[in-house]
């Protein structure tokens, strides 16, 4: 069982990975974060059984983090790890789903193997309700076969699963039925009634042909991977979705090798920056690039959360909105990210000023968000943006709204509000994540800006005020 964990203290996830007696269980830790954000990023490009995370965390919480991946990868288990037992937040959890909690008394009291244990069992009994999906036939005889794919990443079909031959097919894998046909067993009538199938709506099917002796295990993996990565882009784009294919070829199709986390890396920049709202052709070139790269519902998921972060550092959250369904198709998305991208112009643009000067100044303002601990000068950030000081010191008024120092020290505030009420450090550290140099200076300057101190502000927003 493959396991991730994440907690922001570096020191206490290297003891906590280094203390549980993980094999004894069955277990591996094959990856480590330090915050939601990353973590999500592994799990774009790693696969993971089992995440255990802390709750207080910067940047992302846990609660977060567990209601994310409960939305993206519903397959895996979340246990919470908190050094803090407030019982609200291991409550709310537990609603999204985590199936455990690990507290620091239990940790303490040499309790691990017995913690790891309790864990394990319940994943254990939980997966036993799903073994008989997964068991297949050693070998698969017929020589075709019809598939249903759901293109839901929870799509399920009614309780009795679609029905063929007068019979109900069970479900294989999450989304997907399977069923073995013998050869002239699949008439016309039979086509007939499953171009008339409702399922059609939210996913395709397949006949599938040349299966010869492949197990069933393989052609299930196989449909797997083409579901989860290759179906999205295909699915919407004919107005019938039932599709004749050769094992050959969809083995052909998933063959294509996923993508390295450099790509990732530089697909996440490209959309985090906002360029591609001002720029057509970065636009176009982006959406080229997830096409290309075929990005599976999840990591096109992950990546926009991610992206979403950086613009809301810029854009108020409530000048654009997230998709009101699941997007089931790359078409889907497309048309959501034409409206997104209008809804986004509509406040970065100002028509007294040009294209490439309105590019500047939003760049000018996310460098700004790059690094609020450090020193941000205006003849630093013009000169990274290829304007002088004067001229960028007038376009950021007119265009932003604010002047520049104003928007470096209302940035400095807002972070450290959120660090406040995300995180559980002390106020001088927090002081010196958002560039100030003493806890005293910066106590006294979040207090003129809120009418409050930073401790209370934290008690306030803790306490549900």
């Known amino acids: 069982m493959r396991v991730l ?58 609660i977060e983090l567990i209601r994310t991946v409960r939305q993206l990868y519903p397959r895996i288990w979340t246990v919470i790890l908190t050094f803090h037992q407030d019982f609200e937040y291991i409550q709310e959890a537990l609603r999204l789903g985590a199936i455990d909690y690990i507290a620091k008394t239990e940790l303490q009291q040499d309790k691990m193997e017995e913690v790891l244990g309790r864990i ?68 016309d009538e039979h086509l007939a009634s499953l171009h008339e199938d409702s399922f059609l709506e939210t996913g395709m099917v397949i006949i599938l ?82 096409e290309a790269m075929k990005l599976t519902q999840s990591q096109l998921d992950t990546l926009f959360i991610l992206a979403s972060t950086r613009w809301e550092r810029v854009v108020p959250a409530e000048t654009w909105q997230a998709p009101q369904q699941k997007l089931l198709s790359w078409q889907d998305w497309k048309k959501w990210l034409r409206g997104l991208r209008q809804e986004l112009a509509s406040y970065l643009f100002k028509p007294s000023y040009s294209q490439d000067v309105i590019s500047c100044v939003w760049k000018a303002a996310q460098i700004i968000h790059q690094d609020l601990s450090k020193e941000i000068t205006l003849r630093e950030v013009a000169k990274e943006v290829n304007l002088s000081q004067s001229y960028l010191s007038q376009c950021f008024r007119d ?67």
Request: negative net charge.
């Open 5 to 62: 964990i994440v907690e922001d203290d570096r020191l206490v996830r290297k003891g906590f990975i280094s203390l549980m007696p993980w094999e004894q269980f069955g277990m591996q830790v094959i990856g480590e974060a330090g915050n939601g954000e990353d973590a999500l990023a592994f799990l774009s490009r790693q696969e993971v059984d089992l995440l255990i995370t802390d709750l207080a965390m910067p940047r992302m919480s846990g």
């Open 120 to 187: 394990a069992q319940r994943i254990r009994y939980e997966t036993n309700q799903q073994a008989r999906a997964w068991e297949e036939n050693e070998r698969v005889s017929p020589d075709q076969g019809i598939v249903w794919l759901s293109a839901s990443a929870s799509g399920s079909w009614h309780s009795s699963g679609p029905i063929c031959f007068g019979k109900s097919v069970e479900e294989s894998a999450p989304g997907i039925w399977f069923l073995p046909c013998k050869e002239g067993e699949l008439s």
């Open 209 to 290: 042909g040349g299966i010869g002796s492949e197990s069933g295990n393989q052609v299930i993996r196989t449909l797997q991977d083409y579901r989860e990565r290759f179906m999205f882009y295909e699915w919407g784009q004919e107005p019938f979705r039932i599709r004749t294919r050769s094992f050959e070829q969809l083995k052909e199709t998933v063959s294509q090798r996923p993508i390295t986390h450099e790509q990732e890396q530089k697909i996440k920049e490209a959309w985090s920056s906002l360029q591609w709202v001002i720029h057509d052709r970065q636009y176009e070139e982006n959406l080229a690039e997830i």
């Open 399 to 465: 265009i932003v709204g604010v002047s520049f120092n104003d928007y470096v020290r209302q940035a400095r505030i807002d972070w450290a509000k959120q660090l406040l009420v995300d995180t559980d450090k002390p106020i001088y550290w927090i002081a010196m994540q958002t560039g100030y140099p003493n806890e005293k200076y910066f106590s006294r300057v979040f207090k003129d800006k809120t009418g409050m101190l930073p401790s209370a502000f934290r008690c306030g927003r803790k306490d549900g005020g």
